[in-house]
């Protein structure tokens, strides 16, 4: 099988900054994060 080229999603900083706000003011935050988050 060919190797292929693999295309990393881009997030803006706004939407990550908005993230954070939310889970800080959270009281007891649940995070679900899928197998392929924690890669870099």
Known sequence: MPPSDVRRS???EKAV???V???SASHRPVLLIGAA???T
Do not use: Q, S, T
């Open 10 to 12: 881009v997030v803006e």
């Open 17 to 19: 900054r908005h993230a």
């Open 21 to 23: 706000e939310l889970i």
């Open 37 to 39: 988050a924690n890669r």
